[in-house]
């Protein structure tokens, strides 16, 4: 894998807040990065500074091998923000021939490329309607097409999926996981499921520092995990599951949701799945999912 971006040092200062204070990670290429934490824990900000609208930070940023905002950057790096709208006066085509052209396109490439980016997006079929004749998830999927001009290797989308019901989310989720081998791609969403579904590394700010900065395909725990998510409080469920073979500990990540921990060399750990399952049956334990490993929101907020 070859490094997207580095970050060494980074910090942001406005007046007495500390937006980001000396934070450190890499980038490789792959498939997507999640970036979270809560309101004010300084995503927009390093976001900005990727996009190279700040200027002026502490410490060190590369984005291939260059600093951010660079010329050369320039149909490399793009970027959605949360609130990027369609102009309502022109239609689809005409509207990302124009975004085209303002990257270098020429008047014929910039159709084609306009073209090109909703066939991607799977929407060659609305470039000729106005804005204001699409749903909102279809407009949303023209922004992310509009940030795919040129082909850049590196798309930061901040909210993609911010107001989308469960079908448009769900479309907007499948269509980032397709183009993940022509570009990665940097999501900022408050919707951990989403990015669980779709994300290799996780970026965790808060208050300015980044808190954790995992590779979760890689990643390997001294312990392994599974997360049961049951319909109903049962008292007895943790001592009941302590009890299975191989199980280390159990607790309560949150509601109704128990973390089971197992030794990796244990030789029951292959099996451990169905003795949950099986349990669950016998205590008339109604499950709704079973995952193997943590879940991307017990990663962040884990007891351990």
């Known amino acids: 894998?070859?490094?997207?971006?580095?970050?060494?040092?980074?910090?942001?200062?406005?007046?007495?807040?500390?937006?980001?204070?000396?934070?450190?990670?890499?980038?490789?290429?792959?498939?997507?990065?999640?970036?979270?934490?809560?309101?004010?824990?300084?995503?927009?900000?390093?976001?900005?500074?990727?996009?190279?609208?700040?200027?002026?930070?502490?410490?060190?940023?590369?984005?291939?091998?260059?600093?951010?905002?660079?010329?050369?950057?320039?149909?490399?790096?793009?970027?959605?923000?949360?609130?990027?709208?369609?102009?309502?006066?022109?239609?689809?085509?005409?509207?990302?021939?124009?975004?085209?052209?303002?990257?270098?396109?020429s008047r014929?490439?910039?159709?084609?490329?306009?073209?090109?980016?909703l066939e991607l997006v799977s929407l060659?079929?609305?470039?000729?309607?106005?804005?204001?004749d699409l749903s909102h998830g279809m407009r949303k999927r023209v922004t992310i097409a509009q940030a795919l001009i040129g082909s850049p290797e590196i798309v930061l989308l901040d909210e993609a999926n911010a107001g989308l019901d469960p079908i448009h989310a769900r479309q907007i989720r499948e269509l980032v996981s397709d183009?993940?081998?022509?570009?990665?791609?940097?999501?900022?969403?408050?919707?951990?499921?989403?990015?669980?579904?779709?994300?290799?590394?996780?970026?965790?700010?808060?208050?300015?520092?980044?808190?954790?900065?995992?590779?979760?395909?890689?990643n390997k725990p001294k312990k392994h995990h599974f997360t049961l998510m049951l319909s109903e409080e049962h008292e007895q469920a943790i001592s009941q599951l302590q009890s299975l073979i191989g199980v280390d500990e159990v607790y309560k990540s949150q509601s109704k949701e128990y973390v089971i921990a197992y030794n990796t060399d244990t030789s029951e750990r292959e099996k451990l799945d169905l003795q949950i399952l099986k349990m669950c049956h016998k205590q008339g334990w109604h499950y709704r999912q079973l995952v193997n490993g943590h879940t991307l929101e017990n990663q962040i907020f884990a007891k351990e």
């Open 1 to 105: 894998m070859s490094t997207l971006i580095s970050a060494q040092n980074l910090s942001k200062t406005y007046g007495a807040k500390r937006a980001l204070d000396s934070v450190n990670f890499t980038i490789e290429r792959g498939k997507p990065v999640a970036l979270v934490g809560p309101n004010g824990a300084g995503k927009t900000t390093l976001f900005s500074i990727l996009c190279g609208y700040i200027k002026s930070y502490e410490g060190k940023v590369e984005i291939l091998n260059h600093v951010p905002g660079h010329p050369a950057l320039i149909n490399r790096v793009s970027a959605l923000p949360q609130d990027a709208q369609l102009d309502p006066r022109f239609n689809i085509v005409t509207q990302l021939a124009f975004y085209a052209k303002l990257q270098g396109f």
């Open 108 to 117: 014929k490439e910039s159709i084609q490329e306009a073209t090109r980016v």
């Open 124 to 132: 060659s079929d609305v470039a000729k309607h106005a804005s204001e």
């Open 179 to 218: 183009l993940s081998e022509q570009a990665t791609f940097i999501l900022s969403s408050h919707d951990l499921s989403e990015l669980e579904r779709l994300c290799s590394q996780v970026l965790h700010l808060n208050n300015g520092v980044l808190q954790q900065h995992n590779t979760l395909a890689t």
